[in-house]
């Protein structure tokens, strides 16, 4: 990494940019909050999780040795809107009539197969909730020993109200990183079913109590029942990056309250802040409003690779997808829309083509540029990548830098410009430093595909989700996937064997 040059980031925490500097060089921690596995990922999903891909490859650019660590949320994500607490996972496995870990199994392997569609690397580390009960036990039995919790009809809450009082005394309130007052949020906090068991309305659940017929709870020190969400993160990146570690990321909808509590949490049982630099990307909007469930503006990532959902235009792939992202900051807005996927459809086409080309090619030993002007503007262009990712991983700036090059790279092979105009050492830094940037540190593959563009694992995975719907006798699901795949033109063939093929039309 040049020195002159270091990585900045910005900082959630202390709400300015930052020279990042690990705790231990040249080793980096990075923990990021992964997905809750009760359903498909959506395409506001695809964005921390590109986002966090080109931090971990950056990083591993700049020379760093990172440990990264995403976990899979299986159990505990809930919503404290009712005495029960309904567990996501356990409400959404009785919808579909499946052992909750079956269902977890089938949406993560999903999750996995369009995290491999979209080129992500895998994380260092994978860590379940449901593998790391015991570790939140412990930990919770540590913030009750501590005075920060208590116990209510076999559930534990954290006493926010205490926490604050007492870490407000060393400069860490309760709101530190969303900078909300917890006055402002006692009183906005609306009237919830089982705030009866809670001191303050404030306070949240480590702990919940498993009513009769929730189906997945442990046993506790306080009686059966499943973990709070946010306890589950303190206890996972603790264990595997240790009682401090670098960099903790997601998405900013997770700054408050999970971030928070987190940081609560892990302050308590570590007597320290769990993160020196928390790093949030913005969210996908579609016409100025946040993708979720809440909105009913969800588009799942197997419709948007299929075109199936009724606001696509069309089919779009997995790298259009990761380059729409890129083209933005990742704190930036992003808001989606079918003709900026589609712009961005032609853009990426428009550089890989130029990029393709420009890497095959074999210049002529040339040592002295015919174009002065030409030359040290390209080496400009091109030592600018880093430039603008060090400056909090500006992927929009690198972007607009490489169409420059990609004109450039036209006109040569055009013959508008005379291949000799550069010098080899500035072709040879513009092989290289393409290659490095658009393939190693922004994640882009070729990707074409057979049968007119349409995605063969996509409808793999159809068919094998119709298979599994016969043998359970579900016809009506299996009908609707054969019906409205023979509308796009793809027609399914039930074989003697009890097989299936498909034919493109």
């Not at 996501?88 to 909750?100: D, F, G």
């Not at 690397?121 to 015991?134: F, N």
């Not at 020196?276 to 009913?296: A, F």
């Not at 060090?390 to 013959?415: P, R, Y």
């Amino acid at each position: 990494m040049n020195p002159t040059m270091p990585l900045k980031v910005y900082n959630s925490l202390t709400r300015q940019k930052e020279v990042f500097q690990p705790i231990n060089p040249p080793y980096v921690g990075m923990y990021v909050c992964g997905p809750t596995v009760s359903g498909e990922s959506h395409l506001g999903h695809a964005r921390p999780f590109i986002t966090f891909d080109v931090v971990y490859r950056y990083l591993k650019f700049l020379g760093f040795k990172v440990r990264y660590v995403r976990n899979i949320t299986d159990a505990g994500h809930f919503e404290e809107e009712g005495r029960d607490a309904e567990d996501k996972i356990s409400k959404k496995a009785v919808l579909e009539k499946l052992e909750p870990m079956e269902l977890v199994q089938k949406y993560t392997n999903l999750y996995h197969w369009a995290m491999s569609r979209f080129n992500n690397l895998p994380p260092s580390i994978e860590p379940t909730a449901t593998g790391h009960i015991v570790e939140q036990i412990e930990m919770i039995k540590k913030i009750i020993a501590d005075g920060y919790a208590y116990e209510a009809n076999g559930s534990v809450y954290f006493d926010v109200e205490k926490y604050n009082t007492d870490f407000s005394k060393k400069g860490q309130p309760y709101g530190i990183l969303s900078g909300r007052v917890l006055e402002d949020q006692i009183e906005s906090t609306r009237e919830l079913d089982n705030q009866d068991e809670k001191r303050n309305k404030s306070d949240f659940a480590l702990w919940k109590n498993a009513p009769a017929e929730h189906i997945m709870r442990w046993q506790s020190p306080w009686g059966e029942g499943f973990p709070g969400w946010h306890i589950e993160c303190s206890a996972m990146s603790t264990k595997y990056l240790g009682e401090e570690f670098d960099i903790h990321g997601g998405g900013m909808d997770l700054q408050f309250p999970h971030h928070e509590c987190e940081i609560a949490q892990s302050t308590v049982c570590n007597h320290k802040m769990p993160a020196r630099y928390w790093l949030h990307n913005n969210m996908i909007t579609i016409n100025g409003k946040k993708m979720g469930k809440s909105y009913n503006n969800q588009i799942k990532l197997t419709e948007m690779f299929t075109g199936t959902h009724p606001m696509l235009a069309q089919a779009y792939s997995p790298q259009t997808i990761r380059f729409f992202i890129l083209q933005s900051h990742y704190r930036g807005t992003l808001d989606f829309s079918n003709e900026a996927l589609q712009a961005s459809e032609k853009a990426l086409k428009r550089l890989w083509d130029a990029y393709e080309w420009v890497i095959a090619q074999q210049f002529a030993d040339n040592s002295t540029a015919k174009d002065a002007s030409l030359d040290a503007n390209v080496v400009k262009l091109v030592g600018e990548f880093t430039e603008f990712m060090n400056d909090d991983l500006n992927t929009a700036k690198v972007l607009a830098n490489m169409f420059e090059l990609v004109s450039i790279i036209n006109s040569i092979k055009d013959k508008h410009i005379q291949a000799d105009a550069l010098s080899s050492a500035t072709v040879q830094l513009l092989q290289t430093q393409l290659k490095q940037f658009v393939e190693e540190v922004f994640g882009l593959k070729n990707e074409r595909e057979s049968d007119d563009g349409k995605l063969n694992g996509v409808l793999q995975l159809l068919i094998d989700i119709r298979k599994e719907a016969k043998s359970k006798k579900d016809f009506l699901t299996s009908d609707k996937i054969r019906n409205e795949l023979a509308a796009l033109g793809v027609q399914l063939k039930d074989e003697k064997d009890g097989g299936m093929s498909y034919s493109i039309s």
